[in-house]
């Protein structure tokens, strides 16, 4: 079987804006037999743990990388560039190992696929991506979220 990378904080590390992790007993018979890649790349882009809550505004994940919509906390800083380099560092490790599929946090501005918080902060989802599942996906990566998130 192929290496998988995995969201860290569904691998058990407190790496998530409110200091936690989101460890689920599902992944383990997920990844059972493969190689793990563990990553975060919120933290591997420059963010603290714990850090302030961000969404994606004006679009998903995809108008991120292609420079038409940002990543902001919810005191309104603009947080795009740390996710934009965490998102490319994510994509070297998934390479370096040898990983042609990843486990995604759901709803994250960074892991999310197919459905992200809206900007709004309150809790809403929109269709979409984030940041890091899009340029996995573009990439030829499969990007599939976690089970029992």
Request: hydrophobic letters at 40%.
């Given at each position: 079987?192929?290496?998988?990378l995995?969201?860290a ?9 409110d200091?936690?992790h ?9 990844v059972a ?25 004006g ?7 292609d ?7 919810d005191?309104?800083?603009d947080?795009t560039a740390?996710f934009?380099?965490?998102?490319r ?7 370096q190992?040898?990983c042609?599929?990843a486990?995604l ?11 992200v918080?809206?900007?709004s902060?309150s809790?809403?989802?929109t ?12 990439n030829g ?9």
């Amino acid at each position: 079987m192929t290496a998988i990378l995995v969201s860290a904080c569904l691998r058990g590390v407190p790496c998530r804006y409110d200091g936690r992790h989101k460890a689920v007993s599902e992944l383990d018979e997920a990844v059972a037999g493969r190689d793990v890649v563990s990553f975060c790349p919120e933290v591997a882009g420059g963010l603290i743990t714990p850090r302030r809550p961000a969404e994606l505004v004006g679009g998903d994940g995809h108008d991120v990388l292609d420079g038409t919509a940002r990543v902001v906390d919810d005191s309104g800083r603009d947080v795009t560039a740390a996710f934009v380099d965490g998102a490319r560092r994510a994509l070297e490790a998934a390479r370096q190992g040898g990983c042609t599929e990843a486990l995604l946090m759901p709803r994250s501005p960074s892991c999310g696929r197919g459905a992200v918080y809206d900007g709004s902060f309150s809790g809403e989802l929109t269709p979409g991506d984030g940041v890091t599942a899009a340029l996995f996906a573009r990439n030829g990566i499969t990007v599939r979220p976690a089970p029992g998130v």
